[in-house]
């Protein structure tokens, strides 16, 4: 029998709290766990850090932050940045949590889409209103070529070598894939429903440059349907100012920007009412013990979708984390304006 | 108050009492209109409360900003007469107003 060669082992990272979600809520968990001397690692399937505040609206303002008359989605993510800094949190982005379960010494396992393994004493989902997942096409049949033929994302460029590809969309992931793939394609056709990208400019030069030069297609519409055969993609019919056209096509990649499904949570055997995980309002934990829900995914009576109820949820959070991380250790109530001791961990003692 | 009808995809109408400043997203949700979704709650970052604007309307429901327009490529089957409802404000002038929601909201 052939044993598989150069998987390396999987050697669980090991720390106190796992926290799933880096949006607002998650961050400052890092804060009032960190003051409670809780080491934290957050795990985050965006590539940027701030859930839905640094990927919806990094640029709106934002007017309810107490303190904070106003402060962009951005602003208020390197603001929390700044201030758990001290706590030295580790994060690890564009990774997926997909399994938690417990273990007989009650310690938990996560396991994420990139086969990382980690072992924590508590668990924190501050998951939001779940994973940020591409949008799909609402095309008909689609779902038959996802994985074969259609792409949210690039994995390996070497996929998309002599293939006669569709891109769609007018923002940077869009045309920095086309810039990308045009060298390697058969072919390749950039789609956007109007003559004006989002992107930035220079790339969008370059683009109009290689359609000029006759190496790529540059088409002002958008997809009706699409066609193939047990699962290939064969063509997909766009509809221009002109009319209908079909193109042979068999690799797609639509780009629509990102919408927020619960995705693998609903598997992990919490209660869960319409999508979001009920707690308690005294430590805000789950029906699992050491299993905590703060900010938007979780629910309980009066619940308000807001960063601020969600700071909130955090700090009380803290309190039983530290009683499950440190059974024998008093809790002392400390102000951070008055104790030194909580002024040499933030760093200004 | 002015008066807005929403259409269906399958010819079905509905006619909505609207209050002045408010959105058609908003006056949408609180009548419950099925197809608009507003997942983002009006802040321009979904797309999800894509609707049609009907002929003879246009003008005075006015064109889409740059930001809107940026935020209508993340919706589906655009076309010309496309607005998000959360950008079209409710005046006086639109008492009358005829939207139509779309088949799909991505
Ligand atoms: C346009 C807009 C305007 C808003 N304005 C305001 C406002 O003015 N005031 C206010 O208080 N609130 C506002 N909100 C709401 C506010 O943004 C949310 O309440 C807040 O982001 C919730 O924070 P969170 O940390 O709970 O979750 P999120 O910000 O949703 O972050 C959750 C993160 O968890 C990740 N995740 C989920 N599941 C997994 C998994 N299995 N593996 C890995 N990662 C996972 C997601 O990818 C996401 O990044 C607004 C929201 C929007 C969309
Ligand atoms: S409600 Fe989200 S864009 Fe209008």
């Given at each position: 029998?052939?044993?598989?060669?150069?998987?390396?082992?999987?050697?669980?990272?090991?720390?106190?709290?796992?926290?799933?979600?880096?949006?607002?809520?998650?961050?400052?968990?890092?804060?009032?766990?960190?003051?409670?001397?809780?080491?934290?690692?957050?795990?985050?399937?965006?590539?940027?850090?701030?859930?839905?505040?640094?990927?919806?609206?990094?640029?709106?303002?934002?007017?309810?932050?107490?303190?904070?008359?106003?402060?962009?989605?951005?602003?208020?993510?390197?603001r929390?940045?700044?201030q758990?800094?001290?706590?030295?949190?580790?994060?690890?982005?564009?990774?997926?949590?997909?399994?938690?379960?417990?273990?007989?010494?009650?310690?938990?396992?996560?396991?994420?889409?990139?086969?990382?393994?980690?072992?924590?004493?508590v668990?924190?989902?501050?998951?939001?209103?779940?994973?940020?997942?591409?949008?799909?096409?609402?095309?008909?049949?689609?779902?038959?070529?996802?994985?074969?033929?259609?792409?949210?994302?690039?994995?390996?460029?070497?996929?998309?070598?002599?293939?006669?590809?569709?891109?769609?969309?007018?923002?940077?992931?869009?045309?920095?894939?086309?810039?990308?793939?045009?060298?390697?394609?058969?072919?390749?056709?950039?789609?956007?429903?109007?003559?004006?990208?989002?992107?930035?400019?220079?790339?969008?030069?370059?683009?109009?440059?290689?359609?000029?030069?006759?190496?790529?297609?540059?088409?002002?519409?958008?997809?009706?349907?699409?066609d193939?055969?047990?699962?290939?993609?064969?063509?997909?019919?766009?509809?221009?100012?002109?009319?209908?056209?079909?193109?042979?096509?068999?690799?797609?990649?639509?780009?629509?920007?990102?919408?927020?499904?619960?995705?693998?949570?609903?598997?992990?055997?919490?209660?869960?009412?319409?999508?979001?995980?009920?707690?308690?309002?005294?430590?805000?934990?789950?029906?699992?013990?050491?299993?905590?829900?703060?900010?938007?995914?979780?629910?309980?009576?009066?619940?308000?979708?807001?960063?601020?109820?969600?700071?909130?949820?955090?700090?009380l959070?803290?309190?039983?984390?530290?009683?499950y991380?440190?059974?024998?250790?008093?809790?002392?109530?400390?102000?951070?304006?008055?104790?030194?001791?909580?002024?040499?961990?933030?760093?200004?003692k | 108050?002015?008066?807005?009808?929403?259409?269906?995809?399958?010819?079905?109408?509905?006619?909505?009492?609207?209050?002045?400043?408010q959105?058609?997203?908003?006056?949408?949700?609180?009548?419950?209109?099925?197809?608009?979704?507003?997942?983002?709650?009006?802040?321009?970052?979904?797309?999800?409360?894509?609707?049609?604007?009907?002929?003879?309307?246009?003008?005075?429901?006015?064109?889409?900003?740059?930001?809107?327009?940026?935020?209508?490529?993340?919706?589906?089957?655009?076309?010309?007469?496309?607005?998000?409802?959360?950008?079209?404000?409710?005046?006086?002038?639109?008492?009358?107003?005829?939207?139509?929601?779309?088949?799909?909201q991505?």
């Amino acid at each position: 029998m052939d044993l598989p060669q150069n998987v390396p082992p999987v050697v669980p990272t090991e720390t106190d709290v796992v926290i799933i979600g880096a949006g607002p809520v998650g961050l400052f968990a890092v804060f009032e766990l960190g003051l409670l001397d809780i080491k934290c690692h957050l795990i985050d399937i965006l590539d940027k850090i701030g859930g839905q505040c640094a990927e919806l609206y990094p640029e709106k303002p934002i007017y309810d932050i107490p303190g904070l008359p106003v402060v962009t989605g951005q602003e208020l993510t390197d603001r929390l940045l700044e201030q758990i800094k001290p706590f030295n949190p580790t994060f690890h982005l564009n990774e997926r949590v997909d399994e938690l379960t417990k273990q007989a010494d009650g310690r938990f396992v996560l396991k994420t889409d990139v086969g990382r393994e980690f072992l924590c004493k508590v668990v924190v989902i501050g998951a939001g209103g779940g994973s940020f997942t591409p949008k799909r096409p609402p095309l008909e049949g689609i779902e038959a070529y996802e994985g074969s033929s259609v792409h949210y994302s690039v994995r390996r460029m070497d996929d998309f070598r002599g293939k006669d590809v569709l891109i769609v969309g007018g923002g940077d992931s869009a045309l920095d894939w086309t810039l990308s793939l045009q060298p390697i394609a058969q072919s390749l056709t950039l789609l956007h429903r109007r003559d004006d990208f989002r992107a930035a400019p220079h790339s969008v030069e370059k683009m109009r440059e290689l359609v000029a030069a006759g190496q790529m297609r540059l088409m002002i519409g958008q997809m009706t349907s699409m066609d193939g055969c047990e699962g290939k993609l064969e063509g997909v019919t766009i509809k221009t100012k002109e009319g209908e056209e079909r193109i042979a096509i068999n690799a797609v990649l639509p780009f629509f920007g990102l919408t927020m499904k619960l995705g693998p949570i609903a598997n992990w055997g919490l209660n869960l009412e319409e999508n979001l995980i009920p707690v308690d309002t005294e430590k805000f934990e789950t029906s699992e013990r050491g299993i905590f829900a703060i900010g938007d995914i979780n629910t309980y009576p009066g619940k308000l979708k807001l960063i601020l109820s969600g700071f909130h949820e955090a700090a009380l959070m803290a309190q039983q984390a530290h009683r499950y991380i440190y059974p024998d250790k008093k809790l002392l109530f400390q102000y951070t304006t008055s104790s030194s001791n909580l002024q040499k961990k933030l760093g200004v003692k | 108050m002015a008066k807005i009808t929403f259409i269906q995809p399958d010819g079905t109408s509905q006619i909505v009492e609207a209050t002045v400043g408010q959105t058609v997203m908003e006056v949408a949700k609180l009548a419950n209109v099925p197809g608009i979704e507003a997942e983002c709650g009006g802040a321009c970052a979904c797309a999800t409360c894509h609707v049609y604007v009907a002929e003879g309307w246009r003008d005075k429901s006015g064109a889409p900003s740059e930001m809107e327009e940026d935020m209508l490529d993340f919706a589906f089957d655009v076309r010309e007469e496309s607005r998000l409802g959360c950008q079209i404000k409710v005046t006086e002038d639109l008492d009358g107003l005829v939207v139509q929601v779309p088949a799909k909201q991505f």
